[in-house]
């Protein structure tokens, strides 16, 4: 089971793209080192209070699957500097 998971988000601290991206780095490091999760900004990347960041997790599971996606979800809410405007999640 292959799960992908498409996060735009807004940063509202963030007045330069080095702020921002020292934002978005903590998040894909954290989300990387912790979960079975590839992580990437997909979108946004000339944006300095914008982001859209894609999560993707392979399991034989899907219950497990959609477990590490909650956990990555969990993990972007716990940063109070960065608001998640937009989920989606894509099964494959």
């Not at 300095?48 to 497990?64: A, E, M």
Request: aromatic share 8%; hydrophobic share 40%; charged share 25%.
């Amino acid at each position: 089971m292959i799960a992908s998971l498409e996060v735009e988000c807004f940063i509202y601290e963030a007045h330069s793209l080095k702020e921002k991206r020292s934002v978005i780095k903590r998040i894909i490091t954290r989300a990387h080192n912790e979960y079975n999760v590839a992580v990437s900004e997909l979108d946004y990347q000339n944006l300095w209070q914008r982001t859209l960041l894609g999560f993707v997790t392979i399991s034989s599971d899907k219950v497990q699957a959609e477990k590490e996606l909650n956990r990555v979800i969990a993990l972007i809410d716990s940063f109070p500097e960065i608001e998640r405007t937009t989920t989606d999640v894509i099964w494959l």
